[in-house]
C-alpha cells in the first residue's frame, strides 16, 4: 500500500510514511501477479511447444522408409514449426504487453484488466525492460473522461480535505456579548474588567 491509502485508512502522515516504506520494503523480494502470470504462461507455451516436437518426431521416425514420404513429412513439421513459432511470439509479445499495461494501471484502475481490453494497444510501445513507453496516457484520457467510474479518485492532500470555521482569536464578533476569556491573556482579562466596572 501506499501512503495516500494509509491516509485514507485514517492514519497521520508521520505514521502513513512509515507504514508505506515498510509495506515497499517488504515487498521488494516480491514479484508483481501479472509479471508471474506472464512467466509463467510463457513455461506452459514453451512445454507444449516441446512435447508437440517430440511427437513430430515420434512420427518421422515412422516414415524413414520412403525418401519422399520423408521429405513431405519434413517439410510439413518445418512449415508447421515455423507457424508455431510466429504464433509463439505473438502471443508472448501480446502477454507482455497486457501485463506491461495492467502494471501500469495498478493502483489508478479499480480493475486494470477491464481498462486495458478498452484500449487500443497497437499504439501503445514497451522499452528494453519490458514497461510502457509511451502512448498510454494519451489513451486514457478519454477513456477517463467517459468512462471514469472505472478510475480511482485521485486524492486530495491531507491539508486541504478538512475545511470548516477558523478558531476564535479571542476578540467579540458579535456586539454586546462577552468574549472568549479562555483565549485572553491575563492582561486582556484584566483590562476588560477594568472597562466593565468603569461603565457600572
Wanted: proline share 4%; no cysteine.
Amino acid at each position: 500500500m501506499n501512503k495516500e491509502q494509509f491516509v485514507a485508512l485514517g492514519l497521520s502522515d508521520e505514521l502513513a510514511e512509515k507504514a508505506a516504506t515498510a509495506s515497499a520494503d517488504e515487498l521488494k523480494g516480491f514479484v508483481p501477479k501479472a509479471r508471474f502470470d506472464e512467466v509463467n504462461e510463457a513455461k506452459k507455451q514453451a512445454e507444449k511447444g516441446n512435447a508437440d516436437r517430440d511427437k513430430q518426431l515420434e512420427e518421422l521416425k515412422k516414415s524413414t522408409g520412403d525418401s519422399a514420404a520423408l521429405q513431405e513429412q519434413i517439410t510439413k513439421l518445418q512449415d508447421e514449426n515455423k507457424a508455431a513459432t510466429e504464433k509463439y511470439d505473438a502471443d508472448l509479445k501480446e502477454l507482455r504487453l497486457n501485463t506491461a499495461i495492467k502494471l501500469a494501471l495498478a493502483g489508478d484502475a479499480h480493475d486494470p484488466d477491464i481498462v486495458a481490453g478498452l484500449l487500443d494497444k497497437s499504439k501503445i510501445e514497451l522499452d528494453d525492460s519490458g514497461a510502457v513507453k509511451g502512448g498510454l496516457d494519451d489513451l486514457l484520457k478519454p477513456l477517463r473522461e467517459s468512462k471514469g467510474f472505472l478510475f480511482a479518485e485521485k486524492q486530495e492532500e491531507p491539508g486541504n480535505k478538512f475545511k470548516g470555521a477558523s478558531p476564535k482569536d479571542g476578540t467579540d464578533k458579535k456586539a454586546g456579548g462577552p468574549p472568549d476569556f479562555t483565549l485572553m491573556s491575563d492582561e486582556e482579562y484584566y483590562r476588560y474588567k477594568e472597562s466593565q466596572d468603569s461603565k457600572k
